[in-house]
């Protein structure tokens, strides 16, 4: 019987090698990944590439492609963002990833009452198809892959993506990114939700159902525990919250009788790098091993690609401070440093001025540098998983699944056997708003008393006073031309095409046997706006709305 | 016991900040009220009229703060309300001394403590005592 190191080699042997001098400074040859030579050696004998897939999915990890250094943009108007990406890509960045402004999370547009003073503010502002193109103008869809950072307008902001891309001349079936369209953890975290939650799920569902049929490089989903941490969550509650929503769609599209296999492989997350380095690595260890089980034991997969979890990574933009704003660079390394050994897929690292406003160009730039510094200068990425076999990270990953497990078991208690009710019911009960709210205020409590320090804030505060960097300005006149432009939008198409579209949108929600993505994708073609869609929708969805709670 | 009307204002659900201000208030003898998501500048200033607040605090990061805060001042007092209204969040230093002309009491930016807190509501409700 081959050893598992002897099944790792053949795996690797078997994949490309990017060209690179793989040794230590020194002239020190390295291995692509250490660890024990026999199965009987005491501690994990597991090798990358082998379930449960505690050292990483692949068997060459980063010996094949390095991670992709996916920058975060969006700002003011569709042109504005637009030339930010191409800034971006020539800068040697790899990857789009697009941060709408409020008023498009939320589903309404910019000539919303309620959108006053947000159009164009923390990310671009898409009213409808018109802006789509505008913002990916020039770039080639068919190389460059695009995550969108959306949740409840999710799978319109999809339609418009497939729409635009098409009359670009992409066809959906060659079109690569990423849809965030991670429902749950808005009614738990992040607090941008519009439909009830059930309603909600639906559109997830159509959406994985839509991707899965006809656009096999295209995630449908992005599971995130990245806002869940940002609101307040300590690390275990991060992952074990954002693995429990995963099994939720899990269970979601196999009662809507996908097989397990025909979409976990397509399904990715989101974790955020917060500043306790080895704890954020044995997260990230235990993230793959849980995943990996519960999709080969409970959930049936048979695919190695369904049970390999594959993650994104973002800096924790909460770690940032205000004041003394340069030593954020050093926070955000540290943590990009953790996702690396952890073996992340991709990587959004900070700017310095995040506490603040969103980045300028100069600190947008130096924070993709500093990725740039771990991937190339400080040989980290030569071998693969190079803390497993550490007796403190083995025993933190350990510890880290055990208390996500006794999580899943609340939960699949609450839920009846079933983790889909078990979650929904815990949003509706608050309990996941609660404890996150719990985490947030025992970790404000130990800054005030002085027992956690941060460098700047409640120590080592000598230059705290320092004058500001210079911060972007987003000025209202972003606000006037978008307005503009959506009036445009509304004169120039053919309203009775946009009545016809809108109605069948009406009438197939209500029917949750129908996929609705081909009816929003000729809703988008006929220039139908966000909100029109979103208020058609809600028509026939209804409202979610939160009880608040302190 | 006096009472303080927290609340988000506008489409920004980021909502750690407010509850930990919540519970940091209340822990320091107040009776906060907390309105929840999505609020406008009238529903906050009918809530707080409603329940007869002794202050506001609003919190705001999305960079809205300009537009939506005195639209607050001006709903309460055109309701013949004059109370603090309390502005917390990512405010950039420039934008502080503006929101004061406009009328509010107090900004409150990343980093305040605890104590810091607690001292600038006392502050802001003694001055409109």
Known sequence: ?550 | MQRILIAKVGLDGHDRGIKVVARILRDAGYEVIYTGLFQTPATVAAAAVDEDVDAIGLSMLSGAHMTLAPLVVTETRARGADIPVIVGGIVPDADIAKLKELGIAAVLTPGATSEQIVAEVAAALAAYA
């Open chain 1, 1 to 550: 019987m081959a050893t598992n190191r002897e099944i790792w080699e053949r795996a690797f042997l078997t994949s490309s090698i990017r060209d690179a001098d793989f040794m230590t400074m020194s002239g020190i040859p390295l291995e692509p990944v250490y660890g024990p030579a026999s199965d009987d050696s005491e501690g994990p004998t597991e090798y990358p590439g082998q379930y449960p897939y505690t050292r990483g999915p692949y068997a060459s990890m980063y010996r094949s492609k390095l991670w992709t250094m996916r920058m975060f943009a969006g700002f003011g108007t569709a042109d504005d963002t637009n030339w930010r990406f191409k800034e971006i890509i020539k800068a040697g960045g790899d990857g789009l990833s697009t941060a709408f402004d409020m008023p498009t999370l939320l589903g309404i547009d910019s000539d919303h009452p309620m959108a006053l003073g947000e159009v164009g503010r923390c990310g671009v502002a898409v009213d409808s198809l018109a802006d789509m193109e505008d913002l990916y103008a020039g770039i080639d869809l068919d190389k460059t892959t695009t995550s969108m950072t959306i949740n409840s307008p999710a799978a319109v902001i999809f339609a418009m993506y497939v729409a635009q891309a098409e009359k670009a001349g992409v066809h959906r079936s060659r079109l690569g990114g990423t849809l965030q369209n991670d429902i749950l953890k808005e009614y738990q975290a992040q607090k941008e939700f519009v439909f009830p939650p059930r309603q909600s799920m639906r559109l997830v569902r159509d959406t994985i159902a839509f991707s899965a049929a006809e656009m096999p490089r295209w995630h449908s989903i992005s599971i995130s525990g990245y806002h869940i941490r940002e609101a307040g969550s300590t690390a275990v509650e991060e992952l074990a919250f954002t693995l429990a929503n995963g099994f939720a769609y899990v269970e979601l599209a196999m009662a809507a009788g996908l097989p397990v296999d025909a979409f976990a492989p397509r399904l990715s997350f989101f974790f955020n790098a917060h500043i306790d380095f080895f704890e954020e690595i044995a997260k990230y260890r235990a993230a793959r091993r849980i995943w990996a089980r519960w999709l080969r034991e409970r959930y049936g997969a048979a695919l190695d690609r369904s049970m390999q979890l594959r993650f994104h990574t973002q800096t924790a933009g909460v770690s940032l401070t205000a004041q003394q704003p340069e030593v954020n660079i050093v926070r955000t390394a540290i943590e990009a440093l953790a996702g690396v050994l952890g073996g992340t897929q991709s990587l959004h690292t900070n700017s310095m001025d995040e506490a603040m406003a969103l980045p300028t160009e100069r600190t947008a730039r130096i924070a993709l540098r500093t990725q740039q510094v771990i991937a190339h200068e400080t040989n980290v990425a030569h071998v693969a998983d190079p803390l497993g076999g550490s007796w403190y990270v083995e025993h933190l990953t350990d510890e880290v699944e055990r208390q996500a497990e006794e999580l899943f078991s609340y939960l699949d208690e609450i839920g009846g056997g079933s983790m889909l009710e078990g979650v929904i019911k815990g949003i509706e009960d608050n309990w996941f708003q609660g404890r996150i709210a719990d985490s947030a205020y025992d970790l404000e409590r130990r800054f005030n008393t002085g027992r956690r320090i941060v460098v700047g804030v409640n120590a080592f505060t000598e230059g705290s006073e320092e004058e500001q960097i210079p911060l972007l300005q987003i000025t209202n006149e972003d606000e006037t031309r978008q307005l503009k432009r959506l009036e445009q939008v509304r004169h120039s198409r053919d309203q009775a095409a946009v009545d016809a579209a809108l109605g069948r949108v009406r009438t197939e929600a209500a029917d949750p046997e129908i996929n609705l993505m081909p009816a929003l994708i000729d809703a988008v073609s006929a220039y139908a706006t966000l909100g029109e869609i979103m208020a058609s929708l809600e028509s026939v969805f209804g409202r979610h709305v939160e009880v608040p709670t302190i």
